[in-house]
């Protein structure tokens, strides 16, 4: 039982580079979520799936587009990478759809734009 | 949207001694506020969390406390040690869209 499973752990690109972001969870949970960490800001939404077949914006969409991929996989990806995207980018599942509840995070994949 | 602010947002004690971290919330609606801990490089875990139909949940040595009039929580660790250093998340969340709103986060240093 791995949890959340997020791929890569580290990458590096340039302005203008595309890249996707794996996320996968093993618990059978129906929702996930993607979250951005910069120093001093918390952790912000992304993107979230509250079960298989949608997606919604959360704070700070611009630039990412999401993809639910079944009920196990939700992937990231920024189609123009530019440095204000620098970021440790973080992968969570939740069991609960309708109500919060406790987030299960990934290890986390950082990502620097040059 | 909800904005969560959370203070102190760096916060040094002595081995044994309290600590204290406060977060407030404008969305009148929240009603799930989880506590995070986030060690060096590590991911961030839940350790408490509380739902607005209580004013007061304890965990052996961390406790949070409520006030939905105030729209405001805390995180309250006792006899703190070395390893209760890390980054500390305070969110909220509502139904409809169980989405979690985070604080700017407060890293605890625990000097031995």
Known sequence: NAGVTQTPKFQVLKTGQSMTLQCAQDMNHNSMYWYRQDPGMGLRLIYYSASEGTTDKGEVPNGYNVSRLNKREFSLRLESAAPSQTSVYFCASSELTATPGELFFGEGSRLTVL | ????????????????????????????????????????????????????NVGEKKDQRIAVTLNKTAKHFSLHITETQPEDSAVYFCAAGRNAGNMLTFGGGTRLMVKP
């Open chain 2, 1 to 52: 949207g909800e904005n969560v602010e959370q203070h102190p947002s760096t916060l040094s004690v002595q081995e044994g001694d309290s600590a204290v971290i406060k977060c407030t919330y404008s969305d009148s609606a929240s009603n799930y506020f989880p506590w995070y801990k986030q060690e060096l490089g590590k991911r961030p875990q839940l350790i408490i969390d509380i739902r607005s």
